[in-house]
T-cell receptor, first 109, second 112 residues
Framework: RKEVEQDPGPFNVPEGATVAFNCTYS??????FFWYRQDCRKEPKLLMSVYSSGNEDGRFTAQLNRASQYISLLIRDSKLSDSATYLC??????????FGAGTTVTVRA | DAGVTQSPTHLIKTRGQHVTLRCSPISGHKSVSWYQQVLGQGPQFIFQYYEKEERGRGNFPDRFSARQFPNYSSELNVNALLLGDSALYLC???????????FGDGTRLSIL
């Protein structure tokens, strides 16, 4: 079983729509969680950390469910610039980030 | 402030050769990690160095090695290159181990 699993998508949504997707992780001892976004042929960029109580950053909301071992990301009022691959990232140890394969989101005009 | 810088940006090698990739972390960051990303997959952890010591190693063969210098920059070395080593190699730095990591633009390595 992969350490981090994501629905690869693609999620094709119109501008202004809300899109949400999850990822699951296998190791219950995981300590910290992040969402990164990656544009085509670019480096991953930190989108937001995910906290146990859930957190928002503008149009983005992240949730963590430790009991079910999943993390979610919700994007409200989608913009064309939100088109990217979203990587779910889990940190079990202090040193190693485990990445999912990514969820592709395409926002159309 | 400069972000994580990697060199070279692109590299073409042939099977059996070796390669050295370089990374300079964000100023003040003491932790450097290396990842390999092949097309269609997420980055896979190769190494982490913190304060010049190896803190972790991923599931990669011994052909892969790395080191961190006193100025916290790092090198990744790969010997006896195989076609399957073709990938984007990413370096990431963080202030301390366990903090969110910030990535460089990567080195795109192609093996012919």
């Amino acid at each position: 079983r992969k350490e981090v699993e994501q629905d690869p998508g693609p999620f094709n949504v119109p501008e202004g729509a809300t899109v949400a997707f999850n990822c699951t992780y296998s190791n219950s001892a995981s300590q910290s969680f992040f969402w990164y976004r990656q544009d085509c042929r670019k480096e991953p960029k930190l989108l937001m950390s995910v906290y146990s109580s859930g957190n928002e950053d503008g149009r983005f909301t992240a949730q963590l469910n430790r009991a079910s071992q999943y993390i979610s990301l919700l994007i409200r009022d989608s913009k064309l610039s939100d088109s990217a691959t979203y990587l779910c990232v889990v940190n079990k140890d202090d040193y190693k980030l485990s990445f999912g394969a990514g969820t592709t989101v395409t926002v159309r005009a | 402030d400069a972000g994580v810088t990697q060199s070279p940006t692109h590299l073409i090698k042939t099977r059996g050769q070796h390669v050295t990739l370089r990374c300079s972390p964000i100023s003040g960051h003491k932790s450097v990690s290396w990842y390999q990303q092949v097309l269609g997959q997420g980055p896979q952890f190769i190494f982490q160095y913190y304060e010049k010591e190896e803190r972790g190693r991923g599931n990669f063969p011994d052909r892969f090695s790395a080191r961190q210098f006193p100025n916290y920059s790092s090198e990744l070395n790969v010997n006896a290159l195989l076609l399957g080593d073709s990938a984007l190699y990413l370096c990431a730095s963080s202030l301390y181990a366990g903090q969110p990591q910030h990535f460089g633009d990567g080195t795109r390595l192609s093996i012919l």
